[in-house]
């Protein structure tokens, strides 16, 4: 595996699953036009199997306490970028605001214009699954999701939904956007579970 033709190392070479090629870019990729966000009306929105729904507004999601991640990205498009770094709310953290009910096995992102993403609840409890507003840095750019996206590390990136605005409880899974397009449901880039042939 080579980047600009350079020999990359051994523990580099490991961390990039079979099919995936090494990028510095940051490709944009999504369905449909990039929202236009006013925070003034923005809200995030916890429900499904809680015990209370919760609605957060921009004011509020951002005072929650802020926490830093670095994870590698595979989008099944066979681009991988490694050492992204992410700040924003932890999902362990938002979920200290949560009284989840114990039938809840599945979570669903939802974002603008009706984009869901599903993941099982293990996963979206990683603890590096984070609720980002910043990449490298910076805020996030409008086409990468602003102001706020999930990152679900050990997916297939098309599982980080961008401009999130809620998330919904489950006890069953339910396909998200791309699952009922084509891709695979469970998106693990190591398995290469790219697409959707194995979902029924
Ligand atoms: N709201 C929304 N989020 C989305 C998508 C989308 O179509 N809509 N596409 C997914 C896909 S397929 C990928 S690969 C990543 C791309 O994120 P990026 O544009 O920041 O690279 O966003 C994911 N999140
Ligand atoms: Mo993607």
């Known amino acids: 595996m080579a980047l600009f033709g350079k020999k990359?190392?051994?523990?580099?070479a490991a961390r990039i699953p079979p099919g995936q090629s090494l990028t510095d870019r940051f490709p944009v990729l999504h369905y449909g036009p990039v929202p236009r966000i006013d925070l003034e009306k923005w809200d995030f929105k916890v429900f499904g199997l809680v015990g209370e729904p919760v609605r957060f507004t921009w004011e509020e999601f951002r005072q929650l306490p802020q926490s830093q991640v670095t994870m590698d990205i595979?989008?099944?498009?066979?681009?991988?970028?490694?050492?992204?770094?992410?700040?924003?709310?932890?999902?362990?953290?938002?979920?200290?605001?949560?009284?989840?009910?114990?039938?809840?096995?599945?979570?669903v992102a939802h974002a603008e214009y009706g984009f869901?993403?599903?993941?099982?609840?293990?996963?979206?409890?990683?603890?590096?699954?984070?609720?980002?507003?910043?990449?490298?840095g910076k805020p996030l750019e409008?086409?990468?999701?602003?102001?706020?996206?999930?990152?679900v590390p050990k997916k297939y990136f098309w599982k980080s939904a961008k401009w999130v605005r809620g998330i919904e409880f489950l006890a069953q899974d339910k396909l998200g956007f791309w699952e009922r397009n084509g891709y695979n449901n469970h998106a693990d880039p190591w398995k290469e579970e790219r697409y959707s042939e194995d979902n029924w």
């Open 142 to 151: 409008k086409d990468h999701g602003w102001p706020l996206r999930l990152v």
């Open 74 to 107: 595979h989008c099944v498009t066979r681009w991988s970028k490694l050492d992204t770094v992410w700040e924003g709310v932890l999902a362990t953290e938002l979920m200290k605001h949560v009284d989840l009910k114990p039938q809840a096995k599945f979570v």
């Open 116 to 136: 869901t993403a599903n993941v099982p609840l293990e996963f979206f409890l990683d603890e590096q699954t984070i609720f980002a507003h910043s990449f490298g």
């Open 8 to 12: 990359l190392e051994p523990e580099t």
